[in-house]
């Protein structure tokens, strides 16, 4: 009877512990990409290199340097102990200390449709279209204390919403005051309005954190609100949340101006789905023929 007691108390035991480890797995998320050090000084590179003709002047930076910087910022160090301080030097260093005036633009719940449209810092710059964005956009890092290893932790990293709000927003907080401190003329934000899991303008995004209470008083900021093609549009200019915006923008003392679906948008979302409605554009000639009615009309032709 003993016997049976404890062999199930060991079993309990094992139980908890395994859930126990499992729950603490799955708070957080993947670790540091791997060979990010060869990405970062790859991506400097190719920057510096490869990128002439853009909107951005080309940067004259050491590659290697830049990694150390930034490696120092946050390697040996507890990723709940980071902060934006941290990241000050490697800021300074990597900010470019120009950005063309009208061309800025914030995206914020529309990354794909954004750099579409940015088109790779050519028609617009985004964040991801600086250096400081470019070196490490999708990529994942933390640090970790130990005595015979690179201070880095490639096994895991904690998730966002597990961290306090200081070392969550250090590094992309930072980023983004950085960059939106240096806009002039019309910066544009891009929104979207069919989204029923979050309002289109949230003053807890990063856009509503660390890019509006940073532009310049003389920045005239022009709202994209874009609505996925197939979807019910939930919001519009100046309903809803971007009546909250208007206001945050203006009490800012800045101007504000707000198109929804223009044209230049739109085409962009039909090379992915000209089947929709919204697609058949324009005089006769230059009208998009849906794919589906294009293909049924070519094997017609073919059963004649
Ligand atoms: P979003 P938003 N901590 O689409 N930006 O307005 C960290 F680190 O909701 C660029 O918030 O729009 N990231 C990037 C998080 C990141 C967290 C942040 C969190 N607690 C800000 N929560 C970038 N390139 O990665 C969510 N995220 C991620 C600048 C989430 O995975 C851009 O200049 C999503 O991919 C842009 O104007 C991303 O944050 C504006 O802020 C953005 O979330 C977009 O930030």
Do not use: Q
């Given at each position: 009877m003993l016997d049976i007691l404890s062999t199930i108390k060991v079993g309990l035991t094992i139980l908890l512990v395994t859930s126990v480890l499992h729950i603490s797995k799955t708070e957080a998320g993947p670790g540091t990409t791997l060979n990010i050090d060869r990405?970062?000084?790859g991506r400097c590179l190719e920057y510096q290199e490869l990128f002439r003709g853009k909107l951005l002047e080309p940067t004259q930076i050491n590659c290697t340097e830049l990694?150390?910087?930034?490696?120092?910022?946050?390697?040996?160090?507890n990723p709940r102990s980071i902060s934006r301080t941290d990241y000050d030097n490697f800021f300074e260093i990597a900010q470019q200390t120009y950005l063309p005036k009208d061309k800025v633009l914030f995206?914020?719940?529309?990354?794909?449709v954004a750099h579409e449209?940015?088109?790779?810092?050519?028609?617009?710059v985004t964040l991801e279209d600086t250096l400081i964005g470019y070196l490490v956009n999708g990529l994942t890092w933390c640090g970790m204390m130990c005595d015979t290893c690179d201070g880095i932790n490639y096994d895991e990293c904690p998730d966002?919403?597990?961290?306090?709000?200081?070392?969550?927003?250090?590094?992309?907080?930072?980023?983004?005051?950085?960059?939106?401190?240096?806009?002039?003329?019309?910066?544009?934000?891009?929104?979207?309005?069919?989204?029923q899991e979050r309002p289109a303008y949230s003053r807890e995004s990063f856009f509503g954190q660390f890019e509006l209470p940073v532009l310049s008083k003389d920045v005239q900021l022009q709202v994209i609100l874009v609505n996925d093609l197939n979807k019910v549009p939930l919001e519009h200019c100046d309903m809803?949340?971007?009546?909250?915006?208007?206001?945050?923008?203006?009490?800012?003392?800045m101007l504000y101006s707000c198109v929804e679906n223009p044209?230049?948008?739109v085409h962009l979302l039909c090379v992915g789905d000209n089947d929709d409605s919204?697609?058949?554009?324009?005089?006769?000639?230059?009208?998009?023929?849906?794919?589906?009615?294009?293909?049924s009309s070519r094997s017609q032709v073919g059963k004649k």
């Open positions: 990405i970062f000084i990694w150390s910087i930034f490696r120092d910022a946050w390697t040996y160090k995206w914020s719940g529309t990354y794909e449209y940015s088109n790779s810092g050519t028609r617009f966002f919403p597990d961290l306090p709000r200081r070392s969550s927003h250090a590094f992309w907080g930072g980023a983004s005051s950085t960059f939106a401190s240096m806009a002039s003329g019309v910066a544009r934000l891009m929104l979207n309005g069919t989204n809803g949340s971007l009546a909250d915006l208007r206001k945050d923008v203006e009490n800012r003392g044209p230049d948008v919204k697609c058949i554009m324009g005089n006769k000639e230059h009208r998009a023929v849906p794919l589906r009615k294009l293909m």
